[in-house]
T-cell receptor
């Protein structure tokens, strides 16, 4: 049973470019969470989605960041016009429900030059 | 409030010894707590969880203790091995809404 998949594992972008991070949930999971981890820090919640719905985006920066979880396909975290401060590890976690255990993917490490 | 904090940022133990990692939480209404292990370059890995109606839960070589009176959580690792070296995070759901609040993490280093 495959776990949570994320791609790409590493992404390098220049300032001003767009970054697209993908997350495929574990089989049977319909709840997706995105977290960001800055170097030497803990994980910070960004957004919580179910299929075609954003449930909680209280941790998302107001500009340049967006997330979706379409009916078909992976969840996508999109960062437009990246800046150096966006460099971080972005983790996706998935679960069966809001109060169920969240299982994390391997993360995407974004480096903005 | 929404904060989960760890008492010590680093912990160094001898291989074979027991390790205890502590965590304080502030939301007395939390009904669920989780411990994750994160190895360098990897995503957090679920270790064990505990519901608020329990005060102890055991897994394989790990035990989680919950003291609701003082809002304290601990993770005990028996016979610590080099493979246990990692950063350990405690986490709790925020207002039962799915979003997890993580502590800063404790780095466990196991000396051979």
């Amino acid at each position: 049973n495959a776990g949570v998949m994320q791609n790409p594992r590493h992404l390098v972008r220049r300032r001003g470019q767009e970054a697209r991070l993908r997350c495929s949930p574990m089989k049977g999971h319909s709840h997706v969470y995105w977290y960001r981890q800055l170097p030497e820090e803990g994980l910070k919640f960004m957004v919580y989605l179910q299929k075609e719905n954003i449930i909680d985006e209280s941790g998302m920066p107001k500009e340049r960041f967006s997330a979706e979880f379409p009916k078909e396909g992976p969840s996508i975290l999109r960062i437009q016009q990246v800046v150096r401060g966006d460099s971080a590890a972005y983790f996706c976690a998935t679960g069966q429900g809001a109060s169920e255990t969240q299982y994390f993917g391997p993360g995407t490490r974004l480096l903005v030059l | 409030g929404e904060s989960v904090g760890l008492h010590l940022p680093t912990l160094s133990v001898q291989e074979g010894d027991n390790s205890i990692i502590n965590c304080a939480y502030s939301n007395s209404a939390s009904d669920y707590f989780i411990w994750y292990k994160q190895e360098s370059g990897k995503g957090p890995q679920f270790i064990i969880d505990i519901r608020s109606n329990m005060d102890k839960r055991q897994g394989q070589r790990v035990t989680v203790l919950l003291n609701k009176t003082v809002k304290h959580l601990s993770l005990q690792i028996a016979a610590t091995q080099p493979g246990d070296s990692a950063v350990y995070f405690c986490a709790e759901p925020f207002n039962q809404g799915g979003k997890l609040i993580f502590g800063q993490g404790t780095e466990l280093s196991v000396k051979p």
